[in-house]
């Protein structure tokens, strides 16, 4: 088992920055591939990123490429997702996930372990 823990999300103005963090607890957090996914009311959750064991790849939405960077510290149990330059479209409640595999999955299917997740509101 693999347990979860997100934060740092709140409300924000457009062209602002936040930083959600995931803690990881249970089993081996270097044998797994860690992901960020988001859904706003109404819609399905949709990849954000993903990073690998190692954290030396990772692998991006195109709607957030070039703005969000995730990162993890294998030490310290962590995943991190820096948002940058949000927009109100960024809006949306925000879960990290672990997969027990390596490789760069984008599939939420891939995925057998959730956070309860944080809500980011980003304002126009």
């Known amino acids: 088992q693999v347990q979860l823990v997100e934060s740092g999300g709140g409300l924000v103005q457009a062209g602002g920055s936040l930083r959600l963090s995931c803690a990881a607890s249970?089993?081996?957090?270097?044998?797994?591939?860690m992901g960020w996914f988001r859904q706003a009311p109404g819609k399905e959750r949709e990849f954000v990123a993903t990073?690998?064991?190692?954290?030396?790849?990772?692998y991006y939405a195109d709607s957030v490429k070039g703005r969000f960077t995730i990162s993890r510290d294998n030490a310290k149990n962590m995943v991190y997702l820096q948002m940058n330059s949000l927009k109100p479209e960024d809006t949306a409640r925000y879960y990290c996930?672990?997969?027990?595999?390596?490789?760069?999955?984008?599939?939420?299917?891939?995925?057998?372990?959730w956070g309860q997740g944080t809500q980011v509101t980003v304002s126009s």
């Open positions: 996930a672990a997969a027990n595999r390596n490789g760069l999955p984008s599939n939420a299917l891939q995925y057998g372990y």
């Open positions: 249970g089993r081996t957090f270097s044998n797994y591939a």
């Open positions: 990073i690998s064991w190692s954290g030396g790849s990772t």
